[in-house]
């Protein structure tokens, strides 16, 4: 059985843009290729390891800030600040550039991964319902067409600020074999522009497909409850005939509620995790799958985990988080394709003796 295909919601949608880049066969040569730059040059070890400071330098500025809100006494909304810190890690990774500071293009290039996070956030009929397929019942298109232009003139300015900073390292570099000097700081955005340049390379990128890169790992990422697959050829579910080419849905948010598999399912038991139960979560238990599973998995999991265990873990090393209107937390959820809170957590940072320690 094969079920490497998967329709995804951003390459429906967002690759309308680089469209003719990426209506390559869903598992062709072409896509191969991409996939395995991603995991292994733009998200591999190696460049997650010289990204360090980045991460360090964002989760310390993430922790001051709540420093100053908690001594001021004031509430934050926990989800959005988060949000803020796991964009500007990506968004300096891909092109050196913060998007949560004041000037003009950052809050510009802001404004764009929001958009484009509300509309792949939302569940368009188009992309899940054959028969809506043409029908644009939910006005995405048309916003789509709007984002598209602005995004790709958005692209376009990166591409052009990094091709023009390359060109006046080459220049100023002695060396003959044009190679960019080792105190070039390179970000993906060089990455993908060395892999575009090589002309030795097995296929070559072209300049849309560097632009729709950059867009995969500048959106916002929330986790989908429901994956898509669709199925190459014939074969059998549980004593279920599945024909090829069709679309399935895989409910995990109800297999992660399923008491066939989880003792008290509806329980919040961290510990459960621990010890000998310890339970991998890249997508070799299929009872659990935050990052899918299998070619189409999430090549974002290193990065993820990093920044999650040292956030979270900093989080509660340093603060206590008081819940702002009660003592619990509302975990009701928000209807759409991706997990959102339907109330914002809202808390009051209050700071432990060994924070400002800990943050000089
Ligand atoms: C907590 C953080 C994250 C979660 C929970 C998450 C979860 C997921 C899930 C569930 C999928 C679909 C997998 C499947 O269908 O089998 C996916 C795909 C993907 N993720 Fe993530 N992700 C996270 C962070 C990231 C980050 C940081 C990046 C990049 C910087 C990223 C890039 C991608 C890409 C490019 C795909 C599409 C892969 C493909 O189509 O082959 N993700 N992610």
Same mark, same amino acid.
């Given at each position: ?95 050196? &550039? ?23 956030? &939302? ?21 789509? &067409? ?22 006046? &390292? ?191």
């Amino acid at each position: 059985m094969s079920f490497c295909n998967r329709p995804s919601t951003v390459a429906v949608r967002c690759l309308t843009y680089g469209a003719s880049d990426f209506s390559f066969a869903p598992y062709g040569p072409y896509w191969k290729f991409m996939k395995q730059i991603c995991m292994s040059q733009l998200l591999g070890g190696q460049t997650l390891d010289r990204f360090l400071d980045v991460r360090q330098e964002e989760i310390e500025i993430f922790l001051k800030l709540m420093l100053q809100k908690g001594q001021e006494g004031k509430e934050v909304n926990l989800g959005e600040e988060l949000m803020t810190l796991a964009n500007n890690i990506i968004s300096r990774m891909t092109m050196s &550039k913060r998007c949560s500071t004041t000037d003009d293009e950052a809050g510009d290039v802001r404004k764009l991964i929001e958009e484009v996070g509300v509309i792949t956030g &939302k569940f368009n009929f188009q992309d899940y319902i054959r028969f809506c397929k043409n029908i644009d019942v939910q006005g995405f298109g048309k916003r789509i &067409k709007k984002v598209q232009v602005r995004l790709d003139s958005m692209m376009e300015s990166i591409l052009k600020e990094h091709e023009e900073a390359r060109m006046k &390292k080459k220049n100023g570099k002695t060396s003959e074999n044009g190679e960019l000097g080792d105190d070039f700081s390179k970000d993906l955005v060089d990455i993908l522009l060395d892999i575009m340049e090589d002309e030795s390379s097995e296929m070559r990128l072209s300049r849309e497909s560097v632009k729709a890169f950059i867009l995969e790992t500048l959106r916002l990422h929330p986790s989908g409850p429901v994956f898509t697959r669709e199925s190459t050829q014939d074969c059998n579910i549980g004593g279920y005939h599945i024909p090829p080419n069709t679309r399935l849905l895989v409910n995990v948010w109800a297999i992660g509620r399923d008491p066939n598999y989880w003792e008290n399912p509806m329980e919040f038991q961290p510990e459960r995790f621990m010890g000998s139960s310890v339970i991998d979560v890249r997508g070799q238990h299929y009872h659990l799958l935050p990052f899918g599973s299998g070619r189409r998995s999430c090549p974002g999991t290193s990065l993820a985990l990093q920044v999650i265990h040292t956030t979270l873990g900093s989080m509660i090393q340093c603060f206590d988080w008081k819940v702002v209107n009660g003592e619990s937390v509302d975990m009701s959820e928000a209807a759409g394709i991706s997990l959102l809170m339907e109330k914002p957590l809202m808390c009051v940072p209050v700071a432990r003796s060994q924070c400002k320690e800990i943050m000089g």
